[in-house]
């Protein structure tokens, strides 16, 4: 196979193409695995960098790691979030009951950080973390940081991150998550498909609803 001579027209051209097929500019993870792109590093060596060939380029942004694309993907990032969290409340309440859901519960009364949901069942307890993404390659990023912030709640109580993803397939999910390698020594940690998920809590048995509760819900229709 002949060697590619990487001239800026072919690189232009092929970032054009990567946009339109995939929707994005893409990120030095990209060019590493896409077969018509260089690879990061030899854009390093020609020259000098993904920042420095986005000028070159005339591109508006390359750079994922500063900068107004990355505001914006972090802003879409957290409103996907947020969604998720709204869809998945009701679910949780309905099945377990809205006494035995909390939502943004401390970890523990020494730290700041916070469970999306603190579920109770009968038996015990889990914690759940929802975060979206539409790809695998970011999953892993997504555990290290989430481990980061569980790395000091008590080992006995089971805490599930969440991926709620549109185009993802929970064999995309396991195979993200292998990428966490601190995951495998953490066993009260799991990484599961938003899809898996609403199958796992049927396995937990709802305490039963205290006498004479009324729910929110039902307060505001009183």
């Known amino acids: ?26 990120t030095a993870w990209d060019f590493d695995r896409c077969e018509y792109l260089p690879s990061a590093r030899q854009i390093q060596r020609a020259y000098g960098g993904l920042e420095k060939l986005r000028d070159q380029l005339g591109l508006t942004e390359l750079n994922y790691t500063k900068g107004s694309l990355r505001q914006k993907i972090s802003f879409e990032g957290i409103s996907r979030g947020i969604e998720a969290e709204d869809l998945l409340e009701p679910i949780l309440m309905d099945y377990f009951g809205e006494p035995f859901v909390h939502t ?11 469970y999306d949901f603190f579920v109770y069942h009968h038996g015990g307890r889990f914690g759940v973390d929802v975060f979206s993404t539409e790809r695998t390659e970011y999953i892993g990023p997504n555990i290290r940081h989430k481990l980061a912030k569980y790395a000091n709640i008590p080992s006995d109580v089971p805490v599930y991150f969440v991926v709620s993803s549109s185009s993802l397939l929970p064999k995309d999910v396991e195979a993200g998550k292998q990428t966490a390698r601190k995951l495998l020594e953490l066993s009260h940690i799991d990484v599961v498909h938003m899809e ?3 199958i796992l809590i049927k396995s937990f048995t709802p305490l039963a609803i205290p006498a004479g509760f009324v729910s929110a819900i039902e307060k505001e229709q009183i």
């Open 104 to 114: 943004q519960k401390k970890y523990y009364k020494k730290l700041k950080n916070r």
């Open 196 to 198: 898996e998920f609403l």
């Open 1 to 26: 196979m002949p060697k590619v001579r990487w001239t800026l027209e072919t690189i232009k051209h092929g970032v054009e193409r990567y946009r339109q097929e995939h929707g994005h500019l893409p």
